[in-house]
């Protein structure tokens, strides 16, 4: 696993932000069996509006998605797009919180294959890699935090 560093400056967090904490969403192609309209493109999850119980064991079939006039949207395409950071965990912190002066940094550890997929989303939406020394000290405090918190709990819990 690596650890990454990305500053964000003040005018570039709201889409950072907003790419972070997206949802998940299908890329699809499907036309309603009563009214004949098209559906292309993104859609997030959360459109979809109903699921439906499988008799043979429980489990449930992927959502369907209904169509304005009542129809049902058959698919030809459905594909899953997962938002990769909210899965893989990221660390956001304002620079003053780490006794630093300006900006924003994310802290990402995760494996090479998780980079090269959403580095260049995240680099489009404004953020930039944080210099070498810059880096290496947003690191150790968010770990020392993150150790310190961890020991905290233990001894909560004993």
């Known amino acids: 696993?690596?650890?990454?560093?990305?500053?964000?400056?003040?005018?570039?967090?709201?889409?950072?932000?907003?790419?972070?904490?997206?949802?998940?969403?299908?890329?699809?192609?499907?036309?309603?069996?009563?009214?004949?309209?098209?559906?292309?493109?993104?859609?997030?999850?959360?459109?979809y509006t109903q699921y439906l119980p499988v008799?043979?064991?429980?489990?449930?079939?992927p959502p369907k998605k209904l169509c304005k006039c009542g129809g049902t949207f058959h698919f030809e395409k459905r594909e899953l797009i997962k938002?990769?950071?909210a899965r893989t965990g990221y660390t956001l912190r304002a620079a003053e919180s780490l006794d630093l002066e300006?900006?924003?940094?994310?802290y990402i550890g995760a494996d090479d294959e998780f980079f090269k997929k959403n580095e260049p989303l995240l680099l489009g939406a404004g953020a930039k890699r944080a210099?070498?020394?810059?880096a290496h000290t947003v690191k150790e405090k968010i770990e020392a935090e993150e150790e310190a918190a961890a020991s905290g709990m233990g001894g909560i819990f004993g």
Request: contains cysteine; proline residues 2%; hydrophobic residues 35%.
């Open 55 to 61: 008799e043979k064991g429980g489990k449930e079939l």
């Open 102 to 106: 300006e900006g924003n940094f994310i």
């Open 1 to 47: 696993m690596e650890v990454r560093i990305y500053k964000i400056s003040g005018d570039a967090m709201p889409k950072v932000k907003a790419l972070l904490e997206s949802e998940d969403m299908f890329d699809v192609r499907a036309k309603c069996a009563k009214c004949g309209q098209a559906l292309e493109g993104k859609i997030k999850a959360s459109e």
């Open 83 to 85: 938002n990769e950071f």
């Open 131 to 134: 210099a070498e020394e810059e």
